[in-house]
């Protein structure tokens, strides 16, 4: 049998992020970390500020858990976090003495975001050994996280009690399609989810 959808579409999630930004403007990013593109780019336009010189980078990382790619095995979908992308040489240090802000669309399992906080904390603590020792706390990496989407369920991984959570919306466990997976037609998609409100 087919799981029950939640069809967002491109409005509701604008709507959730802009509502989301005054909350996020207390951690004051510097940066964004996108596992979630769409989110990230949408939720730079309200976090501007006019005190800071330019926008707020945003820089990708891709993890699949749920993602079907080349060399996996069917055991591995759901249960294992594949890197598909992460930061390069050139942006090894980027995160030093930054407020960094991961942003994606859902915390399902939260195996994910546990992935994405542990390799990028371990990353930090590998370039702040290369400074020296008076030069460390104060290039510390703070982090904090944004989801568009909080799944109301048991986690399979915890998160820092010490890093800043921010979600846009608590949902049951249901799929949720997000509209730039629409491979058909993105009319159809947003028919269905203006049906399911009805």
């Given at each position: 049998?087919?799981?029950?959808?939640?069809?967002?579409?491109?409005?509701?999630?604008?709507?959730?992020?802009?509502?989301?930004?005054?909350?996020?403007?207390?951690?004051?990013?510097?940066?964004?970390?996108?596992?979630?593109?769409?989110?990230?780019?949408?939720?730079?336009?309200?976090?501007?500020?006019?005190?800071?010189?330019?926008?707020?980078?945003?820089?990708?990382?891709?993890?699949?858990?749920?993602?079907?790619?080349?060399?996996?095995?069917?055991?591995?979908?759901?249960?294992?976090?594949?890197?598909?992308?992460?930061?390069?040489?050139?942006?090894?240090?980027?995160?030093?003495?930054?407020?960094?802000?991961?942003?994606?669309?859902?915390?399902?399992?939260?195996?994910?975001?546990?992935?994405?906080?542990?390799?990028?904390?371990?990353?930090?603590?590998?370039?702040?050994?290369?400074?020296?020792?008076?030069?460390?706390?104060?290039?510390?990496?703070?982090?904090?996280?944004?989801?568009?989407?909080?799944?109301?369920?048991?986690?399979?991984?915890?998160?820092?009690?010490?890093?800043?959570?921010?979600?846009?919306?608590?949902?049951?466990?249901?799929?949720?399609?997000?509209?730039?997976?629409?491979?058909?037609?993105?009319d159809e998609h947003n028919r269905l989810a203006?049906?399911?409100?009805?």
């Amino acid at each position: 049998m087919e799981p029950e959808h939640i069809r967002a579409t491109y409005e509701d999630i604008h709507k959730l992020i802009r509502a989301s930004a005054e909350k996020i403007k207390e951690f004051k990013p510097d940066i964004l970390i996108a596992i979630g593109f769409f989110p990230a780019r949408v939720l730079r336009t309200f976090l501007k500020d006019t005190s800071r010189k330019g926008n707020i980078p945003i820089y990708a990382i891709g993890l699949s858990l749920y993602e079907s790619l080349p060399g996996m095995t069917a055991e591995q979908i759901g249960r294992e976090v594949v890197r598909t992308q992460w930061l390069g040489p050139e942006t090894a240090h980027v995160l030093l003495g930054k407020r960094a802000l991961i942003v994606d669309e859902v915390d399902d399992s939260r195996k994910t975001l546990h992935y994405a906080i542990s390799e990028l904390q371990k990353d930090v603590e590998r370039d702040l050994e290369a400074l020296p020792e008076s030069e460390r706390e104060a290039q510390r990496t703070q982090f904090a996280i944004f989801v568009v989407h909080n799944k109301l369920k048991p986690k399979l991984a915890e998160l820092p009690a010490d890093i800043p959570y921010y979600a846009g919306a608590e949902v049951e466990d249901l799929w949720l399609d997000y509209p730039w997976e629409a491979v058909s037609d993105i009319d159809e998609h947003n028919r269905l989810a203006a049906a399911k409100r009805a």
